[in-house]
């Protein structure tokens, strides 16, 4: 099946900006990296969410392998913001960068977020890609955290996406979805399961954005030219989701 096109990155006349945001959960490079760069490539991201980089030996080598591969460049985030990263094209303009480590709970994984601003043809644009607590208390109160860090960061308009560790029925996705548009949900595009590649049957990954973006489609981009099922399989053991949104000039 091949999928209806999805627009383009671009710079509207008036300043706006279309944009690609890819989020996807890579499992620290352990599977098919050739694989994982084909189908991002094929994505053409602006900006790419990243969960489970490597955090470990020599992560930032392997943070900058995976971004070259991609024709990208590394953002923020990897170790310093235990496993997520931000990749972004030369379109970004970069303002600030934060990662951020949230409370440890004793026994659990370390989580944090990474998180810019950049600036995208006219518009200024809040990032942050997350990947949550498998932990149902401790997932919600990291979703509150989440809109917490958006809100903090002094933009009109934001980009949140990841791993959620939850379903869309769940407690910490509905948190989110009521604050922040679920872009699928708004526009649906492309396939919707993530997880696993092999037999899709939850959608635990997903990308948001603030009221006022527009949300152009969202999707898993099983069907896209370039990306093939093989590459899907291969990449890692999540699908990434695709959006297109036009972000409006501040």
């Excluded at 990263?85 to 026994?107: F, I, K, N």
Aim: charged residues 20%; glycine residues 8%.
């Amino acid at each position: 099946m091949v999928l209806t096109s999805l627009p383009d990155s671009r710079t509207e006349p008036d300043g706006s900006a279309v944009i690609r945001v890819l989020s996807y959960n890579v499992r620290s490079l352990h599977d098919d990296t050739a694989a994982l760069a084909r189908v991002i490539r094929a994505c053409a991201p602006d900006l790419v969410l990243v969960q489970e980089a490597p955090r470990f030996f020599r992560w930032r080598k392997a943070a900058a392998r995976l971004a070259r591969s991609s024709d990208l460049v590394v953002l923020s985030g990897g170790a310093t913001a235990a496993g997520p990263l931000l990749l972004c094209s030369l379109r970004a303009a970069v303002e600030s960068t934060e990662d951020v480590l949230l409370p440890l709970t004793p026994g659990l994984h370390r989580r944090g977020f990474a998180t810019a601003v950049v600036r995208i043809g006219g518009v200024r644009l809040g990032v942050l890609s997350c990947h949550l607590s498998l932990q149902r208390e401790e997932r919600l109160a990291q979703a509150d955290l989440l809109l917490e860090r958006l809100a903090s960061m002094g933009v009109e308009h934001a980009v949140a996406g990841g791993d959620l560790n939850d379903v869309p029925t769940g407690k910490a996705f509905q948190h989110l979805a009521g604050h922040l548009q679920d872009c699928r949900a708004v526009a649906p595009w492309g396939g919707e399961l993530t997880f696993t590649p092999d037999h899709p049957r939850k959608r635990i990954d997903a990308v948001f954005a603030t009221p006022g973006i527009e949300v152009l489609g969202c999707g898993v981009p099983a069907g896209l030219p370039g990306v093939s099922e093989e590459d899907l399989r291969a990449a890692t053991d999540h699908l990434p989701v695709l959006a297109a949104l036009r972000v409006p000039t501040g």
